[in-house]
């Protein structure tokens, strides 16, 4: 009689505590290399588990890269590292096909976007062609190359950084590519006492090696699937739905939020309320990340550039000024 072949159960779903207890531990790991900056520790992994890419914006040497690596090496997840320059071809994010002398036959050589964390560096020094290359990847999580079409590992997310738009030898990001970051944040600037300890950690070496994962992509993977699971209300879709919609008719806006910007600000939501230990959304988890995933995405006309008003003010404005649903 021929044994049977043992069913290899798959791994269950893990309760929303359970990924509240692994964030909080990888958050735990992150700030031992990112000092004094919780909130953006928060948005990076919020961003992974809603199945989305960050966008950080800022002068050079706040911590943008650090950021990104240490949050790989927490979850355990491969991570490649494209550094954008004017002479980045988009085939070098991509992949290429190569002929094999060998069979003569051509095989395909994946580029740096086939890894769970991307990190695509100072993104906004390469040309519009090669940012153009991110596109397809970020929005289906997958690259067509010579006819074939490649998946891409889950978890996947580009961490993108760049330098303000100011500093010579930039190109500006095409709104197509911006709006397919979930989240723009800023470092900013260390506290003087962070950066006092930054200076004393850094005396013992790398602070990355310090950093141990405190769990696996196939958790990440998991806890995503869980999070699906949290309750959006009609209410609440509508509550979504009007905000987006107001950024469109908003007298300092030439350009509002896409649909895209909708499906971004939900998801993130979700996730929002499983961290704080519910499974459902409530209003002001939508209030709270508003801003941080809209106002990337918006152009101010130029009324409102005179009047020194900044895309974050404008969202914020447009967040109080409309009416939430009750939670009664």
Known sequence: MEKETPVQEAAATPSLAEVADVVNRVAEQ??????????????????LLAEGHLLIEDVPGVGKTALAKALARSIDGDVKRIQFTPDLLPS?????????????????????????????DEINRASPKTQSALLEAMAE?????????????????VVATQNPIEMEGTYPLPEAQRDRFMARIEMGYPARRAEVAMLTSQAGGERLDSIRPVTD????????EAIRQVYVAPVINDYIVTLVD???????????????????????SRVEAALAGRDYVIPEDVQRLAPMVLAHRVLLTV?????????????????????????G
């Open 30 to 47: 992150i700030a031992k290399v990112i000092e004094g900056k919780p909130a953006q520790i928060h948005t990076a992994i919020l961003v």
């Open 92 to 120: 070098d994010v991509t992949g290429v096909s190569v002929f094999n002398q060998s069979n003569r036959e051509f095989e395909f050589k994946p580029g740096g976007i086939f890894a769970n964390i991307v990190v695509g």
């Open 141 to 157: 999580g997958q690259v067509s190359a010579d006819g074939k079409t490649y998946q891409l590992r889950r978890p996947f997310m």
């Open 217 to 224: 992509v196939g958790f990440i993977a998991r806890a995503t």
């Open 246 to 268: 107001n950024t469109r008719t908003s007298p300092d806006l030439r350009l509002g939020a896409s649909p895209r910007a909708s499906l971004h600000l939900m998801r993130a």
């Open 303 to 327: 009324d409102a550039q005179v009047a020194r008003l900044t895309n974050e003010q404008v969202v914020a404005g447009i967040v109080a000024n409309t009416t939430r649903p009750s939670r």
